[in-house]
């Protein structure tokens, strides 16, 4: 296995670049096209968040896979490679693997510990499989990345020490207005976030939630979560006249908060306070808009800061611990698979040897008794299961060691397996290792995890 990840996230980019980066379903699937018709990749996975861009390849040369990578992101995304390289980061074989354990449980997050990475993870991995670019490789690492992910989060607080950005955001917002009870709450969209953010402002006693969205229907149903009311996006400008704090989350491209709108609703207003908590990437809320009088802007840069400061320290290491654990596990796992069909082929070409001779002696004894033929095919077959039964094990257990492929290269010289028949039996142990949906199955003891 050999893994590549390239990827930026909120960690090494600014928000500017990372908006010029998010990738739409269809440029991630365009990108997916892309990277196995190259030279170098076998198979890819894209992960496409509102803070990270990152694509997983498994590749046959390390330097090859890397520049072919850097520059399909670049094509697909509009950014030249001279600008996105700084802010790239690189990870190989066993830290790709840790990589994407520590993003599955939420570590690489700006929200420390938040689940719905796991979704996200989980639809990168079903979107790869349905393109046909997600394989024996990195379709393993997802699912286990998957299991991994639960795990932390039912034997650690790491839930805890991430709060949602929409809890955090509207904390934030409490700081400038104080109480929200008896103030007027307007969410803008009608997502996941935005379900979240009507629930959360519910909680803290918001006053009234108004919810706009460009589909009426949409928003009824998320203000029907909490009472509250549905506008069309059309009538935004007189709702925000009457809110005193906004969490937008759409997935525009455009800004759906101009500085002239939210100008024309603070005048209405008589310019009381008003805090913005924007958390779409791209951003919902024009640049400059902070700058009106009585206006404040929550964004996700300033959320990243006010989170780095809130983290759980012993959460946090609990779950470092478990990533380690875990690497360790399935790397140990995928080395002993990658052996598995040397030594089935090992033990193939014996059978046929056995076959061969019995049958040889068959027809120089024909005559020999059924009970004497039975006790000589049981003596051979012992004599080559007792030969072999020491090297088979042996390399077994070498395999989950570094540079454990070696010893199966040595069995394949020493016995002379043909090679052919060693790949006949990975595809057909890559087939016997997927479920029904064409999803990797791994036997990991996961203590405590999702199997």
Request: some cysteine.
């Amino acid at each position: 296995m050999s893994v590549l990840v390239v990827g930026l996230s909120h960690r090494t980019a600014p928000v500017d670049l990372l908006e010029q980066v998010t990738l739409s379903r269809d440029s991630a699937d365009k990108l997916l096209a892309d990277v196995v018709s190259g030279d170098h990749a076998g198979e890819a996975m894209v992960l496409s968040t509102c803070n990270r861009v990152e694509v997983y390849v498994d590749v046959d040369k390390f330097h090859g896979g890397l520049a072919q990578t850097s520059e399909l992101i670049a094509r697909r995304t509009g950014v030249s490679l001279e600008d996105l390289t700084p802010h790239l980061y690189v990870h190989y074989e066993d830290r790709a693997v840790a990589h994407l354990f520590a993003v599955a449980c939420g570590l690489d997050s700006m929200v420390v510990g938040e689940s719905q990475i796991l979704g996200q993870v989980r639809g990168a991995l079903r979107a790869a499989q349905d393109a046909g670019t997600a394989g024996r490789t990195l379709g393993a690492l997802a699912q286990q990345a998957l299991r991994v992910g639960k795990r932390a989060r039912t034997e650690t607080g790491i839930d805890r020490a991430g709060r949602s950005l929409v809890t955090a955001g509207v904390q934030e917002a409490t700081q400038v207005l104080g109480p929200l009870h008896g103030r007027g709450a307007l969410v803008v969209g009608a997502g996941a976030m935005s379900s979240l953010a009507a629930s959360v402002l519910g909680q803290a006693g918001a006053g009234s939630v108004v919810v706009a969205n460009r589909t009426l229907s949409h928003a009824e149903r998320v203000a029907g979560l909490v009472g509250g009311r549905a506008v069309p996006l059309a009538d935004l400008p007189a709702a925000l006249a009457e809110a005193d704090l906004v969490v937008s989350c759409t997935g525009a491209v455009g800004h759906v908060l101009s500085v002239r709108t939210v100008a024309a609703a603070q005048q209405a207003r008589g310019e009381r306070p008003l805090v913005l908590v924007d958390l779409a990437l791209p951003r919902d809320v024009e640049p400059g808009t902070s700058d009106l009088p009585g206006v404040t802007v929550v964004d996700l840069e300033s959320l990243a800061e006010v989170l780095e400061r809130t983290q759980h320290a012993a959460d946090v290491e609990a779950t470092r611990m478990i990533v380690a654990d875990e690497v360790v596990a399935f790397l140990g796992w995928q080395r002993a698979v990658s052996v598995a069909p040397t030594v089935v082929a090992l033990r193939g070409m014996a059978d046929g040897v056995v076959r061969d001779e019995l049958t040889r002696l068959a027809g120089r004894l024909p005559g020999m008794e059924p009970r004497v033929r039975a006790e000589v095919e049981q003596t051979v077959q012992r004599v080559v299961d007792k030969v072999l039964h020491a090297p088979t094990v042996r390399v077994k257990q070498l395999a989950g060691e570094p540079g454990g492929q070696s010893y199966a290269d040595a069995l394949s010289k020493l016995f002379g397996l043909d090679p052919a028949e060693v790949e006949a039996v990975t595809r057909a142990d890559l087939s016997d290792a997927t479920d029904g949906n064409g999803e990797a199955t791994l036997d990991i003891n996961t203590d405590g995890g999702d199997r």
